[in-house]
Every structure is written in C-alpha cells, then in structure tokens.
Antibody
C-alpha cells in the first residue's frame, strides 16, 4: 500500500529554521516525482516545487524559488521541505504528493504538516 | 492571484448539474492536460479528473471533465450533499522552465 507520512505539526518563531519531511513507503521511492503544496489558512492550494528522488532533479515554482529548499534522501525514502529563516507568512498547511503511481497525475497525498510561525 | 482562474463559489440543489470553469492561457491549459482535485474540509486533496477527462477508479461517473482551447470545465451531475467541497483545477505551465499551477479553487455548496 502506497503511503506518504508527513512529520508532525511545528510551532516556530520568525527567523528560525525548519525542515519538514515526507516519508514514502509501498512503492519505489526513486521512480516518482514528489511535489510540495502550500495551503495558507482559509486559502487555496499553491504548488511550491517538485523533486525526482532518483537524480534529485528539482523544479521550483517561481513564487517559491529562493524561499525554500526541496531535497530528498533516497536511503530513507524521505523528501524534505526546508526554510532557513521563517516568516509569519509561512504559516500554512504543507502537503506532499507523488505523481504517476496509479495515474499520470499527483495521485497519492500525505496527510499534511501544519506549520505555525508566531512570535 | 492564481495563474488559472476559477469562480470562487458555486452552488446547486441535490440532483442538479453544476459546472465549474477554469480559465488559463496558451502556456498551461492551451498546451497541457488539466487535472481536477476535490478537497473536503480538513483533508488532503483527492484526484478527481486527470488528463482533461479521465476518472480514476472509484470516482463516480457523475463527475466529468472537459477542455477546449485555454479553458476547462468540471461538471457534477446528480449533485449530492457529500459533493460539498473545494474544487481545484491544475495544469503544467511551460513558462519559466516549467512548473505546476493551480486555480484559486471553487467552493461548492449544496443547498
């Protein structure tokens, strides 16, 4: 069974760093693109970027280029989303999803990680 | 401001047919497939339609997708109370080295 299990909720202060994770199981981790999606409180979905764990090819959406870092560790089947200096506006739910396991689309999603940034 | 434009809300009564539009440009919908996702309150998005009009197994045939030029639509027939959710269109955008884009989302209310 394909599963994407994301790390737990985080409460951080502005300026702090953070790395959240998305662990894949039940499929070949290196063979499918993983995407990250932001959903700010009460707002819509926004693509942040995607990574192909097989070769770490990473593409960022223009709005998020330089704002976050997406990475993956093949040895533990885990993708990451990282901030070096959080802002209050980073408060959001973050989802990971894989593309193409059953259908040519982002067809399996993690449960989401809530990040709260507040002083 | 989302790259793909959706109406913020739609509504219908049980049994009715509702359509949700998604407008884009030549660099996204005009040259790539459209996908639709359903997000129930407090849950992760769920794939509803892929490649413009294909339904994953388990998605009722009440849901259908179409595309024409730089616009796409999601139609829901035989509306049910459990269809009340947020609906998002998505597509690959060829501009700026390529990236995925979503519509702003449409909140569907079943009256």
């Amino acid at each position: 069974e394909v599963q994407l299990v994301q790390s737990g909720a985080e409460v951080k202060k502005p300026g702090e760093s953070l790395k959240i994770s998305c662990k894949g199981s039940g499929y070949s981790f290196t063979s499918y693109w993983i995407g990250w999606v932001r959903q700010m409180p009460g707002k819509g979905l926004e693509w942040m970027g995607i990574i192909y764990p097989g070769d770490s090819d990473t593409r960022y959406s223009p709005s998020f280029q330089g704002q976050v870092t997406i990475s993956a560790d093949k040895s533990i089947s885990t993708a990451y989303l990282q901030w070096s200096s959080l802002k209050a506006s980073d408060t959001a739910m973050y989802y990971c999803a894989i593309r193409g396991y059953s259908y040519p689309a982002f067809d399996y999603w993690g449960q989401g990680t809530l990040v709260t940034v507040s002083s | 401001q989302s790259v793909l434009t959706q109406p913020p809300s739609a509504s219908g009564t049980p049994g009715q047919r509702v359509t949700i539009s998604c407008s884009g440009s030549s660099s996204n919908i005009g040259s790539n497939y459209v996908y639709w996702y359903q997000q129930l309150p407090g849950t992760a998005p769920k794939l509803l339609i892929y490649r413009n009009n294909q339904r994953p197994s388990g998605v009722p045939d009440r849901f259908s997708g179409s595309k024409s030029g730089t616009s796409a639509s999601l139609a829901i027939s035989g509306l049910r109370s459990e269809d009340e959710a947020d609906y998002y269109c998505a597509a690959w955008d060829d501009s700026l080295s390529g990236h995925w884009v979503f519509g702003g989302g449409t909140k569907l209310t079943v009256l």
